[in-house]
C-alpha cells in the first residue's frame, strides 16, 4: 500500500521525509516522490523505483523549504514510471494520495472538457486539478477543499501543498487511514503513527469524511458536511521498531479497516481504471488456449479459491477445478495440456502450497502465483505474478489479503470471460463498475458494529456453530466457520446450505446457532427454505443479508446483520466482512490471543 506523509517544521522538510518514508517502506512501493514551498515557489523530485534513487536524485538536485510531502506508490492506476509517481501538480497544488477515487473518470472528461491536459494516468492528478481550479477562480484553499471534497467517490487519503501557502498543509481521508501529528509548532501528517514514532507521541485520526487543515500553530478538523469539529488527541505507544496498529487494539482490527484500500489497490493491479479494461497475465493472455485452471491453497486462500471457481466458470467460461494443495500430489490429479496452474498464498512461502506448485509444473502446466509479497519462494517458481496489493498482513488469521485474493480473482474472471467472448461488454463494464463500488460499500458496512455486541453475547454461550450458504455464499460460510475456530476456538463448521438435509440438520436443537450468508441473490428463495427449517426444528438463526433479504426474512431470525446492496456476482468481497468482524469480537470478548491464536502461524512452512 502507498505511503503519505507531511510535515509544516521548523527545520528543512527534506530529511525528514525522507526518514519518515524510510519508515513506510514496509507498505511496498515501486515509485517514490517529495515535493516543498521554498520562497513561495513549489518544486518536486520523483523517482521510479526506491528510496534509494530518490535520495540520489535530490543529492544531485535538493530541494529546500520547511514546508513539505512525501510518497511512496504502489502501481495502481498506470505503470510505476515517473510521470505516475506522486506527487501530482497542478498550477499551485500539489497531492499525494493513498487508495481510489471511484468517479474519477467522470471528472477528468469534465476536467479535459474544460481544457485541462493531464500528464498522468493516475486518479490523484483528478484532485489536484479540481483544487486548483477553484484556486484561480479565486477561492481560499480553505473553500477550494470544502468545494472539492463533496465531489469524490471512493476510499482514499490525500494531502495538499500549495504553493504560496508555506504554513499549510490541506488532509483529507475516507475509508482510507490518516493521522496527524502535533508538535510544538510543528505539523505532522502520515499514513499511520509509524511514520510519525519519532516526530510526536499526540495523534489525531481523522474520521470517515473528515478534512483537515494544519498550521504550525493549530490543527482544525472539518466533517463531510464541512462543520468544524474536535477529534480526539491520542498519546501513541507506537515505536519505531514496530509496525503501529495506528487506534487499534489489534492487528488484526486494524486489517479489517484496512480492507477498502487493500481491495482498491489490488483491483487496479488487474484492471486500468482510465480504460476500464481488464488485463490478464501471461499464463492466461492466450484465454482460448487455456483447457483448463487449476488453483492451489490451503486453508483462507483455499475459501478464495472455491469462491474463483464459480467466477472462472460463470463468468471465464473455463473449466476450474479447486485442490487444496497438501492433497493435490497425493490423488494423482487429471492435469490437461494446456492447462494453467494459479498458486494462491499471503506469504507465498506456504510449503503445502509450493510444492503443489511444483507438482503441478512437472505436468507441464503454466503457473501463475497469487500472492502478497512479490520476493516470495511461490513468486520466484511461477511464470507470472499477480500481486495481491494488500500490504503486510501481520495478525495470523487472514482478512485483508482474503477479500484482496478475491478482488483479484474476480478481476482476473471478467478479464478472461470478456477476451474470450463469454460475456459481452455490457456485462464486463457492469462487473467492473460493482468491483469499483466495493471498498466504499466495506467503509460503510463498518462504520456502525454496535448491532454485533448482542450476537457475540450468544457466540460466547455455544460449543458449536454452523455456517450456511448457497452458490457464492457458500465458501464465505467456510470461511466465517474458520475464523471463528482459528481465533475464539468454538467449533464451528460451514455447509452448502443444501446439504443440510443430508446429516446436519440432525444437530438442530433450540440450542444450535446458525449463522446464515444470504445477499437477496437467485438462490435466496431456497436459503430462505433452509433457514426455515433451522427455526422450525428450534435453530436460533443470525442473518446476513441486504436491505431487501431483511424485508423478507428479517422478522424470523433471532439477529440481523443488514449489509448494502451490491451486484451478486461481487457480494462475496462485502459478506466477508461481517463473518470477520463476529470472530473478531467473539475473540476480544472471550479473551483469547487475537494476532496469535494458539498453535497457528502466519506463514506455514512445513508440510
Known sequence: MCGIFGVLSADPAVPLIIDALGRLEYRGYDSVGIATVFDGKLSRRRSAGKLSALQSLLEREPLEGLSGIGHTRWAT????????????????????????????????????????????????????????????????????????????VGAFAFVVLIAGEEDLLLAARKASPLAIGIGEGVAYV?????????????????????????????????????????????????STGMIGKGNFRHFMEKEIY???????????????????????????????????????????????????????????????????????????????????????????????????????????????ALVNVPESSIARESDAVLLTRAGPEFAVASTKAFTAQLTAFLGLAIAFGWARGNIKDCDALRLITALEGVPSRIASALKDISKYQKIVHDLLRVRDVLYLGRGLSYPIALEGALKLKEITYIHAEGYAAGEMKHGPIA??????????????????????????????????????????????????????????????????????????????????????DVDQPRNLAKSVTVE
Open 258 to 368: 484496512d480492507q477498502p484500500e487493500a481491495i482498491a489497490h489490488t483491483l487496479h493491479a488487474v484492471i486500468d481504471p482510465g480504460t476500464w479494461v481488464a488485463a490478464l497475465p501471461a499464463p492466461l493472455d492466450n484465454v482460448n488456449a487455456v483447457s483448463k485452471i487449476t488453483i492451489l491453497a490451503a486453508g483462507t486462500s483455499f475459501y478464495a479459491g472455491l469462491t474463483a471457481r464459480y467466477w472462472f466458470e460463470s463468468i471465464g467460461g473455463v473449466a476450474c477445478e479447486v485442490d487444496l494443495s497438501s492433497e493435490f500430489r497425493d490423488r494423482k490429479a487429471v492435469l490437461p495440456d494446456k492447462g494453467v496452474v494459479i498458486a494462491v498464498s499471503q506469504s507465498g512461502e506456504s510449503l503445502d502450497t509450493l510444492l503443489a506448485l511444483r507438482h503441478g509444473k512437472r505436468f507441464c502446466q503454466k503457473t501463475l
Open 190 to 238: 502520515g499514513s499511520d503513527a509509524v511514520a510519525l514514532a519519532p516526530l510526536t507521541r499526540r495523534i489525531i485520526y481523522l474520521d470517515d469524511g473528515d478534512w483537515a487543515e494544519l498550521l504550525r500553530s493549530r490543527i482544525s478538523v472539518f466533517d463531510c458536511y464541512g462543520v468544524k469539529v474536535t477529534r480526539p488527541e491520542y498519546v501513541s505507544t507506537v
Open 77 to 152: 492506476h498506470g505503470p510505476p514510471t515517473l510521470e505516475n509517481s506522486h506527487p501530482h501538480v497542478a498550477g499551485r497544488v500539489a497531492v499525494v494520495h493513498n487508495g481510489i477515487i471511484e468517479n474519477h473518470a467522470i471528472l477528468r472528461d469534465e476536467l479535459s472538457a474544460a481544457g485541462v491536459t493531464f500528464e498522468s494516468a493516475t486518479d490523484t492528478e483528478v484532485v489536484a486539478h479540481l483544487l486548483n481550479r477553484e484556486l484561480i477562480v479565486g477561492a481560499t484553499p480553505h473553500e477550494a477543499m470544502a468545494l472539492v471534497m463533496p465531489r469524490l
Open 507 to 592: 444437530l438442530i436443537d433450540e440450542h444450535a446457532l446458525v449463522i446464515v450468508v444470504a445477499p437477496s441473490d437467485g438462490l435466496f428463495d431456497k436459503i430462505a427454505s433452509n433457514m426455515a427449517e433451522v427455526r422450525a426444528r428450534g435453530g436460533r438463526v443470525i442473518l446476513l443479508t441486504d436491505a431487501k433479504g431483511a424485508e423478507e426474512l428479517g422478522i424470523s431470525a433471532d439477529h440481523l446483520v443488514v449489509l448494502p446492496d451490491i451486484q451478486p456476482e461481487v457480494s462475496p468481497i462485502l459478506y466477508a466482512i461481517p463473518v470477520q468482524l463476529l470472530a473478531y469480537l467473539t475473540a476480544v470478548e472471550k479473551g483469547t
